[in-house]
Nanobody
């Protein structure tokens, strides 16, 4: 099992920026794809962005494309989500998740991920 801890959430005005971090345990971190998901009250958990183990491939939901950037630092066992031009509809709890399959591609279905962090809250005011 991989332990994941998210940080960096908070309250920001519309148009602002935040950078989320997801710190992971495990020696094989660099071989696993990771994803960022979010869930707003009363809504299903939705895919935001994903990145392969090497970091060479990324995938974004249409709703965040061009505004969010996912990256990773395998030396630090950390994945980041840089969020810019934030909108009130981005308000949600953000989770990172790992797919414990070596050299996997990115999946957008949360059921394809094995381990999850507790999440970090992002609130965007209008």
């Amino acid at each position: 099992q991989v332990q994941l801890v998210e940080s960096g959430g908070g309250l920001v005005q519309a148009g602002g920026s935040l950078r989320l971090s997801c710190a992971a345990s495990g020696r094989t971190f660099s071989t696993y794809a990771l994803g960022w998901f979010r869930q707003a009250p009363g809504k299903e958990r939705e895919f935001v962005a994903g990145i392969t183990g090497s970091g060479s491939t990324t995938l974004y939901a249409d709703s965040v494309k061009g505004r969010f950037t996912i990256s990773r630092d395998n030396d630090k066992n950390t994945v980041y989500l840089q969020m810019t031009s934030l909108k009130p509809e981005d308000t949600a709890r953000y989770y990172c998740a790992v797919r414990r399959v070596y050299y996997s591609r990115i999946y957008s279905n949360p059921h394809d991920y094995d381990d999850w962090g507790a999440g970090t809250q992002v609130t965007v005011s209008s």
